[in-house]
């Protein structure tokens, strides 16, 4: 069974940092690409970033380029999002998802993090 589980949310002052966690287990994901994707009350979904496991090339939101880098570490089949020079609107729930390379809809969620900013 597929799991994706989210760590290291929290509270945090604007201007600091966070690192998200997610972890994946129940298969390969060699061939999967994963989304960081994030929710704030009262808005829709949106998407943070993304990563391509096999090649490591990264896209990220226009919100949040130059600020958070998304990464991951083979051994550990966990998925990272750095989260720097964080700022209120920041503030939302954050979630893993994968899908395969070559799709467009995210297959698998974690049940995500709560990551609140103060000002």
């Known amino acids: 069974q597929v799991q994706l589980v989210e760590s290291g949310g929290g509270l945090v002052q604007a201007g600091g940092s966070l690192r998200l966690s997610c972890a994946l287990s129940?298969?390969?994901?060699?061939?999967?690409?994963m989304g960081w994707f994030r929710q704030a009350p009262g808005k829709e979904r949106e998407a943070v970033g993304g990563?391509?496991?096999?090649?490591?090339?990264?896209n990220y939101a226009d919100s949040v380029k130059g600020r958070f880098n998304i990464s991951r570490d083979n051994a550990k089949n966990t998925v990272y999002l750095q989260m720097n020079s964080l700022k209120p609107e920041d503030t939302a729930v954050y979630y893993c998802?994968?899908?395969?390379?070559?799709?467009?809809?995210?297959?698998?969620w974690g049940q995500g993090t709560q990551v609140t900013v103060s000002s």
């Open positions: 990563i391509v496991w096999s090649s490591g090339s990264t």
């Open positions: 129940g298969r390969t994901f060699s061939s999967y690409a």
């Open positions: 998802a994968a899908r395969y390379v070559l799709a467009t809809k995210y297959l698998y």
